[in-house]
T-cell receptor, first 117, second 113 residues
Framework: GAVVSQHPSRVICKSGTSVKIECRSL??????MFWYRQFPKQSLMLMAT?????????EQGVEKDKFLINHASLTLSTLTVTSAHPEDSSFYIC?????????????FGPGTRLLVL | GDSVTQMEGPVTLSEEAFLTINCTYT??????LFWYVQYPGEGLQLLLK?????DKGSNKGFEATYRKETTSFHLEKGSVQVSDSAVYFC????????????FGTGTQLKVEL
């Protein structure tokens, strides 16, 4: 199946710094990608929909200025956590849908674990 | 809003045991239902899905039937293997929902020899 990668897989940063996470679709193009956040023992929570060539669509309660999303090309979306704080520590996962003969399947990246000290 | 409830884990079974992981949902309209699996160190993978009531999704020996009357989509496998050890997520999406998925909390399955 299709492959989605994320980089980095793990990052530790100091409070107040910004962290960029990349999501790439390796063998298909994606005009839309999704960013999720997962807390321990909790659901994946959709944060935003990344749209190639236009602004991201954020879910209710997600701070746009805090979580900057840029969908620079048909294979790359980035999530930047600005001025990170310890409460931003979490597991961030992206996904990209691929359509094949009218059937659409979401392909997920392996996730990025962020720890803010 | 829409929600998915899964049984809490971890679930520990011996190899060849029967597996059931319960999943119920709350949603307006007629959602599609999914089971995703996440093996250690990997991304979520679609295991199976069902798009309408009474549909049965199946893959790799796993099955789940879309039960509208009980709003359930329980995952079953007749004989688990050690290689099935993973975290299993139940999820739903709705037509017109922009492919957004609503996930359950995930259930960790450990299969021992």
């Amino acid at each position: 199946g299709a492959v989605v990668s994320q980089h980095p897989s793990r990052v530790i940063c100091k409070s107040g710094t910004s962290v960029k996470i990349e999501c790439r679709s390796l063998d298909f193009q994606a005009t839309t990608m999704f960013w999720y956040r997962q807390f321990p023992k909790q659901s994946l929570m959709l944060m935003a929909t990344s749209n190639e060539g236009s602004k991201a669509t954020y879910e209710q309660g997600v701070e746009k200025d805090k979580f900057l999303i840029n969908h620079a090309s048909l294979t790359l979306s980035t999530l930047t956590v600005t001025s990170a704080h310890p409460e931003d520590s979490s597991f961030y996962i992206c996904s990209a849908p691929q359509a094949y003969f009218s059937q659409e399947t979401q392909y997920f990246g392996p996730g990025t674990r962020l720890l803010v000290l | 809003g829409d929600s998915v409830t899964q049984m809490e884990g971890p679930v520990t079974l011996s190899e060849e045991a029967f597996l059931t992981i319960n999943c119920t949902y709350t949603a307006t309209g007629y959602p599609s239902l999914f089971w995703y699996v996440q093996y250690p160190g990997e991304g979520l993978q679609l295991l199976l899905k069902a798009t309408k009531a009474d549909d049965k999704g199946s893959n790799k020996g796993f099955e789940a039937t879309y039960r509208k009357e009980t709003t359930s989509f329980h995952l079953e496998k007749g004989s688990v293997q050690v290689s099935d050890s993973a975290v299993y997520f139940c999820a739903l999406s709705k037509v017109g929902g922009g492919n957004k998925l609503t996930f359950g909390t995930g259930t960790q399955l450990k299969v021992e020899l």
